[in-house]
């Protein structure tokens, strides 16, 4: 014969021991509740009720016993209600008082809880390490963010540093080391494009006459002239002194290429002020694109825009040749650049 | 994506089919630099390209390819430090498992940018599990087959894992049978780094 004892169990002190933990009769009936558990929920809204009223309870199929939550093993809860906050715990039973102890604590939702629900150092039992938790999340987010800040600044000054490596400082264009590289990357996905090599009319008369700072000048404005007529995902580049290539991306069209060249070089003949004087240039300009070959190179297309630039020089200057390979190969190397230098 | 992910995909490729492999894979998505920072933030499209390239470069599809990356990143020595931090998922495979629904959590209590995929463990039936995988970037689920079956050989559990295809929402499903939990004795494992000297 079963004699049914009234329930003389004292949770005090357990629930001091465990500020997260709340005891619950056979029934399911939450008892009481911890006070770090109260400043979650109010206890009117605890106490009295089914645990399974107030929790969601999971514990994936590996608990024992026939209570209302399942023993002795790893249960994953959430609030029903408001914030749900999702927490650990597990439940026994005490024996021979027909009441059970669940406690919970919050793993990895301490940080959002700590916040939702304004907890100090008070509210974790003295075992807990809560405190320690919190302390490290801290202190790896504060370094962290300098870390990150560090990296942005590191970031940054590689890519100024390698703008600096692929830009000519005079003029802001890119240098030959720029234009190889793009060069190379346009050539190996294919991109139809066509290359100019456009060489400086005049320009060491402006430099032995006016000096160095004119040269610069002129320089400058060539490069801002140059700028213009590209577009963005073109490049331009000064491979010499006096030198430049230009590379336009898809776009192979020999008309509209040798009226754009065409245009450059009116522009470029726009005398350009210089102290109470003005400096005179133009420009010759060779012209190749991608169409031409099987397997454009690198090397070949410089070569052929050349050669193309040579035709105009001895044309008289201040022309825009296209490359024609008829032509081209055939008097191969029909003019002295060097002579050209006065 | 997260520098740490991208850098993984890359270090995979670096240990398992050589630098040369790597690099010409980096120039082919047209990077513009070699190497990925496991600390900076990348557009999700560059991750597209360098798993899509890859996948031509090695021919295969990119599905295998997730698997192994996934099976790297769990036995490699080089990134001991990932199957250190599942193993803390608990004391056998079925723990393990069940520690997945708290992974992205974990994660982002150590790196709140990165992009862990929410993955769902549920036990359907005796040794029967289901995962599902809702993740930013697809195909996610595939890499967490070759997780797990990496960590099953890691428990000395045997399973049989099958990715069952995507639902409409854009989850993945993989089903995962363990059909001995103590198939063999796996790898032995210390929370201490200290003690847990088996290297």
């Not at chain 1, 026939?66 to 039973?93: C, H, Q």
């Not at chain 1, 006096?242 to 754009?260: A, C, G, K, M, S």
């Not at chain 2, 990348?42 to 470069?57: F, H, K, N, S």
Request: proline fraction near 4%; hydrophobic fraction near 40%.
């Amino acid at each position: 014969m079963t004699v049914v004892r009234p329930v003389t169990f004292d949770a005090a002190p357990f629930l001091a021991f465990m500020p997260m933990s709340l005891v619950f009769a056979d029934s399911g009936v939450i008892l009481s509740i911890g006070p770090t558990l109260a400043k979650l929920r109010p206890a009117e809204e605890m106490i009295g009720k089914h645990v399974t009223e107030v929790f969601t309870v999971r514990d994936d199929g590996r608990g024992q016993g026939n209570g209302p939550i399942p023993l002795d093993t790893k249960l994953y809860l959430k609030f029903r209600e408001g914030v749900t906050t999702r927490l650990k715990g597990m439940a026994a039973s005490i024996p021979g008082t027909g009441v059970n102890i669940l406690n919970l604590s919050f793993g990895i939702s301490i940080v959002d809880a700590v916040a939702d629900y304004r907890l100090t150092a008070g509210d974790f039992a003295h075992t807990d390490l809560a405190i320690e938790m919190l302390y490290l999340v801290e202190a790896k987010s504060a370094v962290m963010e300098e870390t990150k800040q560090l990296n942005a600044r590191l970031q940054g000054a590689k890519v100024a540093a390698e703008e600096q490596a692929f830009t000519d400082t005079l003029t802001g264009l890119k240098n030959r080391r720029a234009m190889d590289h793009v060069l190379e990357r346009m050539l190996r996905t294919n991109v139809p494009f066509a290359l100019m090599h456009l060489d400086l009319d005049y320009f060491k008369s402006v430099n032995d006459t006016l000096g160095h700072a004119a040269g610069d000048t002129v320089l400058q404005a060539v490069a801002k002239i140059l700028m213009e007529e590209t577009r963005s995902d073109d490049l331009v580049a000064r491979v010499g002194g006096d030198e430049f290539i230009l590379i336009y991306n898809r776009f192979t069209d020999h008309t509209r290429l040798v009226q754009t060249a065409q245009r450059i070089i009116s522009r470029l003949e726009v005398p350009v002020p210089y102290q109470d004087t003005f400096c005179k240039i133009s420009g010759s300009i060779g012209i190749t694109t991608t169409d031409y070959y099987k397997v454009p190179t690198a090397d070949g297309m410089i070569h052929d825009a050349d050669l193309a630039l040579y035709s105009s020089k001895y044309e008289g200057r201040a022309q825009a040749t296209l490359f024609d390979p008829a032509v081209h190969h055939d008097n191969a190397v029909a003019y002295d650049a060097s002579q050209d230098k006065r | 994506m997260h520098g740490m992910i991208n850098r993984a995909i890359q270090c995979f490729m670096r240990d398992t089919y050589g630098a040369d492999t790597w690099e010409k894979v980096a120039e082919k998505a047209d990077l513009g630099f070699d190497n990925f920072e496991a600390m900076l933030s990348y557009p999700d499209q560059i991750t597209l390209d360098v798993l899509g390239r890859a996948a031509r470069q090695l021919h295969k599809p990119v599905e295998t390819f997730l698997e192994d990356l996934g099976t790297y990143l769990v036995s490699h020595p080089n990134v001991e430090a990932i199957r250190r931090l599942l193993r803390f998922g608990g004391e056998n495979f079925t723990e393990f498992l069940f520690s997945l629904n708290e992974l992205e959590g974990r994660a982002q209590l150590a790196l709140p940018d990165l992009e862990v995929p929410t993955l769902k463990v549920e036990h359907i039936e005796d040794g029967r599990f289901r995962l599902s995988c809702s993740s930013a970037m697809p195909g996610f689920g595939y890499a967490m087959v070759g997780v797990m079956r990496a960590m099953a050989d890691d428990y000395g559990a045997l399973v049989f894992l099958e990715h069952q295809g995507w639902m409409d929402s854009g989850e993945e499903i993989i089903t995962i049978n363990l059909l001995e939990a103590a198939y063999t004795e796996g790898r032995s494992f210390e929370l201490s780094e200290r003690i847990g000297g088996e290297l």
